[in-house]
């Protein structure tokens, strides 16, 4: 809560001064952001404070998909990419379905990925206190995103990110790294 506290202080002014929203490129990081008017509902302090700031928080997908993409281009002769949507995205921000919906509007070939919806076992401190659980849960959710033989593995959080790499076949990505590679980006 401290911490909520601080970054409500530095980033409240900043939306008094205009800003229109506050971005976050990790959805378990948007996902608790998202949670701070619940956390601090009772401070008197900073209850308030808390409902302007976490109206203000925005996924990356949430501004991409609002913006006119015809200038980045479009994938040509990209390799199939297996989306991983993770939980935070799909149950914490509800936010399913709107990366892979950026990423063939600007043409990638999304391979399919069985059981999508299934947790890849990083969850925040989950692999590091369920070492052997979260691993299989990596093994399966591997198995499901190399199915499709893609040429690279996205997902749209740092945990989920860092965990599958460790033993995926194929690079793992931030999604928003797709777009960098674009003609026009």
């Known amino acids: 809560l401290a911490t909520a506290r601080r ?9 008094e001064q205009g800003a229109e929203a506050l971005v976050v490129t990790a959805s378990g990081c948007a996902a608790h952001l998202k949670e ?3 956390l601090l509902r009772d401070d008197p ?30 994938a040509a002769g990209t390799a199939g990419v297996a989306f991983h949507a993770p939980c935070t995205l799909q149950h914490g921000e509800r936010l399913a379905g709107r990366v892979e919906a950026v990423l063939r509007r600007l043409g990638f070939a999304l391979t399919a990925v069985p059981d999508a919806h299934l947790c890849c076992g990083s969850a925040g401190t989950y692999s590091i ?12 959710k591997l198995a499901a ?5 893609p040429a690279r593995i996205a997902t749209a959080n740092i945990g989920c990110l860092l965990h599958l790499d460790a033993a995926a076949a194929a690079p793992v ?13």
């Open 7 to 15: 970054n409500i202080d530095a980033w409240l002014p900043l939306l």
């Open 36 to 38: 701070y008017a619940h």
């Open 45 to 74: 302090a900073y209850a308030a404070k808390a409902v302007r700031v976490t109206a203000a928080i925005r996924d990356l997908v949430e501004v991409i998909e609002a913006e006119e993409l015809a200038t980045l281009g479009r």
């Open 129 to 140: 206190l369920q070492p052997a659980l979260s691993g299989q849960l990596r093994a399966r």
């Open 145 to 149: 995103l190399h199915s499709g033989a």
């Open 173 to 185: 990505v931030h999604w928003i790294q797709l777009l960098d590679e674009l003609p026009g980006s």
